[in-house]
């Protein structure tokens, strides 16, 4: 739906990111979703930095701090039903905040500024070649995020090329913990296409930089850079994803980090955030491409 509205209202609105799960109405009683009025929002600001003059990493930047303060919220683009679209931006996880972020980006970039663009954009991002055709086409495992996006030129792996080195752990997670997932534990047939993602996934050489080397090659990591912290987790690849920044002369991490929290800047330097946490192990890069 594309809505015209009182642009008046959106700079009060951007100091609420979060609103209930409801339609509101303008003063002419026509429903109009928060979502739209976000990513309205978002544009307005894109205009007024000129942000489209600006390289993709300083975009992505630019839009994902314009998330910081905006809740913490899991499994919100999940539903019982045939998988579909779901768009929220008004409570993020680790993963939909760098994707919204990227999104936006990519958007403002190309000079597409609808909701209905933002959508056209973000099914493209987010499934596998493009395409929804059911739960399994969405990219759930973030080193298969990296590589589709890597193929349909959104994002580059540069982990190699950082000094990266093989990451030999066998991927299962998901079809091995299938009560964990609402489309998994009642249709096997989910699960039996899930096996065949990570059969794909366990054939590829995926690289890393350990922990203990992120320190080491930081100075080659990007303002933009996104980034999959790989774990410990047996069968998973990464268990937290975010968005690195550099902050007088330092590497943070602009994430969504935990239930109960919002989308913040690390107060500590990349290294030492992956040293606090044991179960991490390094990090995998993929670094956004000009549309």
């Known amino acids: 739906m594309n809505l015209r509205i009182n642009l008046q209202l959106i700079p009060v609105l951007a100091l609420f990111p979060f609103f209930p799960q409801q339609q509101y109405k303008t ?7 928060p979502n739209e009025l976000i990513c309205k929002n978002k544009f307005n600001l894109a205009d007024s930095l000129k942000l489209r003059d600006k390289p993709i990493n300083e975009v992505v930047v630019a839009v994902a701090k314009s998330f910081v303060g905006t809740d913490y919220a899991a499994n919100t683009i999940d539903a019982p039903d045939k998988e579909q679209l779901i768009v929220n931006l008004q409570a993020l996880d680790c993963v ?44 759930h495992y973030t080193s298969d995020y990296f590589f589709d996006n890597g193929k349909k030129s959104v994002l580059k792996d540069v982990t190699k090329e950082l000094g990266g ?21 009642n249709s096997t047939e989910n699960v039996k296409e899930i096996q065949k993602i990570e059969d794909k996934i366990n054939a590829r050489i995926v690289y890393y930089i350990p922990k203990v080397n992120v320190k080491r090659i930081v100075s080659q990591i990007k303002d933009g850079d996104i980034i999959g912290i790989t774990t410990t987790i047996n069968g998973l690849d990464c268990a937290h994803t975010g968005i690195v920044v550099w902050q007088n002369g330092k590497l943070h991490m602009l994430h969504a980090p935990i239930p109960g929290s919002k989308v913040q800047i690390t107060e500590m330097t990349l290294w030492d955030y992956l040293a606090k946490i044991k179960k991490d192990t390094g990090i995998i890069v993929a670094r956004p491409v000009e549309p």
């Open 96 to 139: 939909t905040f760098y994707e919204n972020s990227l999104v936006l980006a990519r958007c403002i970039k190309k000079n597409k500024s609808t909701f209905e663009d933002f959508k056209k954009e973000l099914q493209f991002v987010r499934y596998r070649g493009g395409v929804i055709d059911g739960y399994p086409s969405r990219l």
């Open 165 to 185: 080195v093989p990451f030999k752990k066998k991927i299962n997670f998901m079809s091995t913990h299938p009560n964990s997932y609402l489309q998994l534990k």
């Open 27 to 33: 003063s002419f009683d026509i429903a109009v979703d």
